[in-house]
């Protein structure tokens, strides 16, 4: 069965800490996987794409990793700031299966 | 701004009534997707289309339906609506061809959300 699952479902930290969302992904065939942002009550915004062969790809504050043997992708926030508080959604594409995204709240 | 455009923003309808949520773009992207999205579950594919003129079923299509008449719109008629379509829908568009890798993002309005009572 295709499907994507990310965890944790929801996470509070304190502004300034670092943090690290999982993506876990069985999709047949598999292409990319894509990492979205999303704001309360917007559509989602891309953050970042990896490849199969891609490990690690950084965008700003935001550092994404593949592992394409586990199946396994991660969003690791650095200096986590007010603004990151949203949900972040994670999809392979090739299907378009999403992730149920994982809510996100820093907090001052 | 470019971007994508949805009409209405949010809608309580009764059961049984006919409902078109609109969608327009203007980055003259080809293909062009609607998805709902309920709590707990990630956003599932309706309807999507790689070009003018030509549609595909998605994950979800049953109760739905979608023409693509040009480049810039793809309207989601909801013939006879049920309290289970009640969701968020959100309409998309990228430059990747869809279901074939989507190396490109795919840009996002801000959704409408629909209440069916």
């Known amino acids: 069965k295709n499907q994507v699952e990310q965890s944790p479902q929801s996470l509070i930290i304190l502004e300034g800490k670092n943090c690290t969302l999982q993506?876990?992904?069985?999709?047949?065939?598999?292409?990319?996987l894509r990492w979205y942002k999303q704001d309360t009550g917007r559509g989602p915004v891309s953050l970042t794409i990896?490849?199969?062969?891609?490990n690690t790809k950084s965008n700003g504050r935001y550092t994404a990793t593949l592992d394409a043997d586990t199946k396994q992708s991660s969003l690791h926030i650095t200096a986590s700031q007010l603004s990151d508080s949203a949900s972040y959604i994670c999809?392979?594409?090739?299907?378009?299966?999403f992730g149920q995204g994982t809510e996100l709240s820093v907090k001052p | 701004i470019a971007g994508i455009t949805q009409a209405p923003t949010s809608q309580i309808l009764a059961a049984g009534r006919r409902m078109t949520l609109r969608c327009t773009q203007d980055m003259r992207h080809n293909a062009m997707y609607w998805y709902r999205q309920d709590l707990g579950l990630g956003l599932r594919l309706i309807h999507y289309?790689?070009?003018?003129?030509?549609?595909g079923k998605g994950e979800v299509p049953d109760g739905y339906s979608v023409s693509r008449a040009n480049t810039d719109d793809f309207p989601l008629t909801l013939a006879s609506a049920v309290p289970s379509q009640t969701s968020v829908y959100f309409c998309a568009s990228s430059d990747s061809e869809v279901l074939m890798g989507e190396d490109q993002p795919q840009h996002f309005g801000d959704g409408t959300r629909l209440s069916i009572l």
């Open positions: 999809v392979a594409l090739g299907k378009l299966i």
């Open positions: 289309s790689n070009t003018a003129g030509t549609t």
């Open positions: 993506c876990n992904y069985t999709v047949s065939p598999f292409s990319n």
């Open positions: 990896m490849t199969f062969s891609e």
